[in-house]
């Protein structure tokens, strides 16, 4: 080969954000031995904004929009891209990014509350196009492998403690459950047809007096599956109220778990109506006020109480009486910090389910409560459709109690995600019912109605859809890796389930495709997978659960929180439906904390490990494709490497004052030269990093004592968002010797 391997390697946000600027410098200056160049691209929340408003912006502040540069690169054969967890953002942190933005000097418009008129139309809609999960479904164009690397996992074993938080035990008298609706949610309506050929449908809504709207057009494709559903918002109000006077009847903590971030249009709402039911009565007393002052709940209580400050002492001071007297009358809510006052209703984005509901398992069925103290809990889920393996884990606990660390099996995940399919795809197919009236899908050829819902105003419906090809790539997928790890492996799919049955028929039909002899491959309902996933990692056996989209986003976070304490060490590897290769690091769902932590002690506990294994794997895969050995070589010490840091524990600890994110890196790059100077595979590399082994290793002491030494005290790196980059690069390379060892290879 005469032309460089090119690794795209992503800026996002937050704590990998901080990770990269120490990082990035070493891996790149070790790729650049074996021809192999890392390209950047910014996907972070700010660049996004920017990019998205460049009109309004002076030639200085543009900058590249990078997600759709990404967008065509993920369909290419020859990409290989390394992306970091990045924000998926709620409004109100939409909102906080463009204040900062805007006090930076970046003349970005405000976010238009209130549609006065077309302009504002126009610029929330741009604005949208940033929210929630605008970045994974335009580079998720292929399904998933996710799963904890075998090394991190036996780590775990050796050393639970030190992994991770530790798994608390279980009181079979425990209060804690899982509360969700039996009718009126998305589950219970849900409508699904296969399409017979190339089809444009429309999605329409016809209001009582009998006008139409057209909401949406869309190009199906033959053999492609398509939804249609909605959730009664009496129900669901009705619901909330009946589970608020439930938790106050047990003497338990309300807890709301939805994922307001990903499904930005519905899930917002439904949270916003959570709010409305726990304060109904503040809400049935002010709402003249409220309106006055333009408060959504949908934004949350913090921005209620924001808003309050327009208002003159005496009606602010009341109605925050009010708001009080409602948390005395009602049972306590999850805290998010109880020190500040805190709770789960404060913003959309503070207790996302993926994340929440395995702490409070890994946590003995403890949440915590306004007093500080951990406390049994309502897990409150609306809908039912992935509601029920959160049911069934609670109540296999209280009768199993804590699951044992050192001797769990580990579940690997075979996700359904390329080509936006499923629900996380359904953003520009979700609508709010603006009247009483009917939602239809109609074929415009024919004008045949595909499917119809009778709503009430309010009412949040919302289409779903899965390309055929992406489905035959998943069971491929299933087999190979069923195959390759002698594993039992269950689809997690429910015949009841309008969506999951034409979704079954598929699988069935090609699976007929392969030779299954000897492999063991189910289909089972979540709840009844569930019971046997769980069944089987407490005899410490394996297995692969083949899942939906959202339902591998829940697995890969609940089982590597029990597993090893955290997901921010799961790692992805997804085949790309053109032949490249996207490895996909950690969970970020973490990172606020570790940001916060940061700044006020300049200790970063952000641990790298997935990237370090999206690094060994990239290299791996450029052997395979393109048979370059000094690639090979580089993996193969890269992997040593990781071993090494796993054995000698030198990830980064909670506690200030010991190794962190960047000391990590440290010894990262130090067992990483080490492997390279010792092989024997290629001379000119292993001349190259015994010189730079022998500085690492004489330095180490003074190193670490760098490293060391600027914790403990504030930090500025003025913004959050979009911080200072130098400020940023300065305090995450604090070491001028290691500094001087890596800028001179």
């Not at 660049?47 to 900058?63: H, M, Y």
């Not at 938080?165 to 949610?185: A, F, N, Q, R, Y």
């Not at 399409?195 to 449908?201: A, G, R």
């Not at 009080?324 to 109880?338: H, I, W």
Request: glycine letters at 6%; hydrophobic letters at 40%; proline letters at 4%.
């Amino acid at each position: 080969m005469n032309d460089k391997v090119k690794v795209t390697w992503t800026i996002t946000d937050e704590a990998p954000y901080l990770a990269t600027f120490s990082l990035l410098p070493i891996v790149k200056k070790f790729f650049d031995v074996s021809d192999i160049e890392i390209d950047i691209k910014d996907i972070s929340l700010s660049s996004r904004i920017l990019a998205n408003f460049s009109d309004f912006l002076t030639e200085e502040q543009r900058v590249s929009d990078d997600l759709s540069i990404l967008g065509e690169l993920v369909n290419q054969p020859d990409t290989i891209l390394i992306k970091l967890p990045n924000i998926s953002a709620s409004l109100p942190q939409l909102k906080i990014a463009i204040k900062e933005l805007q006090s930076k000097g970046y003349n970005l418009p405000d976010y238009p509350d209130e549609l006065k008129s077309d302009w504002d139309e126009q610029i929330r809609e741009r604005y949208s196009r940033v929210l929630g999960s605008a970045v994974n479904p335009v580079l998720r164009q292929g399904n998933n492998i996710r799963a904890v690397p075998r090394s991190i996992k036996e780590t775990a074993k050796k050393f639970p403690e030190l992994m991770g938080l530790p798994l608390k035990e279980w009181s079979s008298s425990s209060k804690t459950h899982v509360s969700h609706m039996t009718d009126g949610d998305f589950y219970g309506h849900e409508k699904s047809i296969t399409l017979s050929k190339n089809t444009k449908v429309r999605i329409e809504f016809i209001d009582k007096s009998g006008s139409v709207f057209v909401f949406r057009e869309l190009n199906l494709l033959d053999k492609e599956i398509f939804d249609g559903s909605f959730i009664s918002i009496k129900a669901l109000s009705d619901f909330y109220e009946d589970q608020i006077k439930d938790a106050k009847r047990e003497d338990i903590l309300w807890s709301l778990h939805l994922k307001a971030t990903m499904m930005k249009i519905s899930d917002p709402v439904l949270f916003g109506h959570a709010i409305r039911t726990y304060f109904k009565e503040v809400f049935a007393k002010h709402q003249d006020t409220f309106n006055e002052i333009g408060v959504n709940p949908n934004n949350g209580l913090s921005d209620i109480l924001s808003k309050l400050k327009k208002l003159s002492d005496d009606k602010r001071t009341e109605i925050e009486k009010d708001i009080e007297a409602t948390y005395e009358k009602n049972p306590g809510l999850y805290m998010v910090d109880s020190n500040k006052g805190i709770t789960n209703l404060h913003m959309p984005n503070l207790v996302l389910i993926d994340a929440s509901i395995p702490t409070i398992i890994r946590d003995g069925g403890k949440a915590w409560g306004p007093d500080g103290m951990l406390h049994d809990v309502k897990i409150v889920i609306p809908d039912r459709s992935y509601a029920t393996i959160y049911a069934e884990i609670v109540e296999d606990c209280k009768k199993n109690g804590a699951f044992d660390r050192t001797t769990m099996g580990t579940v690997i995940d075979i996700g359904l995600i390329a080509m936006k399919a499923e629900e996380y795809g359904s953003h520009d197919k979700t609508f709010i019912a603006p009247d009483d009236g009917v939602f239809r899908v109609v074929d415009t050829e024919d004008g045949q109605i595909l499917m119809q819902h009778s709503v009430e105003k309010g009412d949040i419906w919302r289409g779903c859809q899965v390309k055929d090809v992406a489905i035959r790539n998943w069971v491929q997928i299933a087999v190979e890796e069923t195959k390759k790890n002698n594993l039992p492996a269950i689809f997690w799919l429910d015949e009841n389930r309008p969506h999951d049955k034409e979704e079954i028929k598929k699988v069935r039909e090609y699976l007929k495709t392969y030779d299954l002899t000897g492999l063991d491959i189910k289909i089972m309902k979540p709840l009844d997978a569930m019971k046997a996933t769980l069944k089987m990692i407490r005899k410490g056996q394996d297995v692969i659960a083949v899942t939906g989209n959202i339902l591998r986003d829940y697995l890969s976070d609940l089982f590597p929180i029990l597993e090893v304490g955290t997901s921010a060490k799961v790692f992805s590897i997804i085949p790309l439906l053109s032949g490249g290769r996207m490895f996909e690091t950690g969970a970020g769902g973490s990172a606020p904390k570790h940001v916060e932590q940061f700044l006020e002690k300049n200790h970063l506990r952000w641990d790298s490990i997935a990237e370090f294994v999206a690094i060994s794997q990239s290299l791996r895969f450029i052997f395979d494709k393109y048979n370059l050995r000094k690639a090979f070589v580089l993996g193969n010490a890269c992997e040593g490497a990781i071993s090494d840091i796993l054995s000698n524990k030198k990830w980064p600890s909670r506690k200030v004052g010991e190794i962190d994110n960047r000391g990590e890196h440290y010894y990262f790059m130090k067992y990483w030269a080490n492997h390279l100077s010792n092989q024997k595979e290629d001379i000119d590399i292993k001349e190259k990093f015994l010189k730079v082994k022998i500085e690492l290793d004489k330095n180490e002491d003074k190193i670490n004592e760098e490293l060391l030494s600027v914790q403990g005290k504030k930090v500025e790196i003025n913004g959050y968002y979009r911080p200072d980059k130098d400020i940023v690069e300065r305090l995450m390379r604090p070491s001028s010797i290691l500094n001087n060892i890596v800028d001179n290879i």
